[in-house]
């Protein structure tokens, strides 16, 4: 039983070794060196790509101080938002605006 769990933990930290920590290191100091936030805007009672599509003029023009972008993923019929937290505020109302029943 002893050798099961010495193995079990050896593999465990081999493959916790394989990951990459510097890549995700990096995406996270680029976050925070930019100020940006990604958020997962989930949709319940519209479509999300169509949202988007009616929403993308909003995204480019003031009030938004920074480069805001949104991806749509179609299976979780959800917005993939980065945006500092101001935008980020913004582009939350505009899709509660969006999903409405």
Same mark, same amino acid.
């Given at each position: 039983? #002893? *050798? &099961?769990?010495? &193995?079990? /933990?050896?593999? &465990?930290?081999?493959?916790?070794?394989?990951?990459? !920590?510097?890549?995700?290191?990096?995406?996270? +100091?680029?976050?925070? %060196?930019?100020?940006? &936030?990604?958020? $997962?805007? !989930?949709?319940?009672? @519209?479509?999300?790509?169509?949202?988007?599509? @009616? +929403? #993308?003029?909003?995204?480019?023009? !003031? !009030?938004?101080?920074?480069? /805001? *972008?949104?991806?749509?993923?179609?299976?979780?019929?959800?917005? $993939? /938002?980065? %945006?500092? +937290? %101001?935008?980020?505020?913004? /582009?939350?109302? $505009?899709? +509660? #605006?969006?999903? @409405?029943?």
């Amino acid at each position: 039983m #002893r *050798k &099961l769990v010495t &193995l079990l /933990v050896v593999a &465990l930290t081999l493959n916790a070794c394989r990951t990459d !920590p510097a890549a995700d290191n990096a995406a996270r +100091a680029q976050s925070v %060196a930019t100020g940006t &936030l990604e958020r $997962i805007l !989930p949709f319940q009672h @519209q479509s999300a790509v169509m949202a988007a599509n @009616q +929403a #993308r003029a909003e995204f480019g023009r !003031p !009030p938004m101080e920074g480069e /805001v *972008k949104v991806q749509c993923d179609r299976r979780t019929n959800s917005w $993939i /938002v980065t %945006a500092t +937290a %101001a935008d980020m505020a913004r /582009v939350e109302a $505009i899709a +509660a #605006r969006f999903d @409405q029943p």
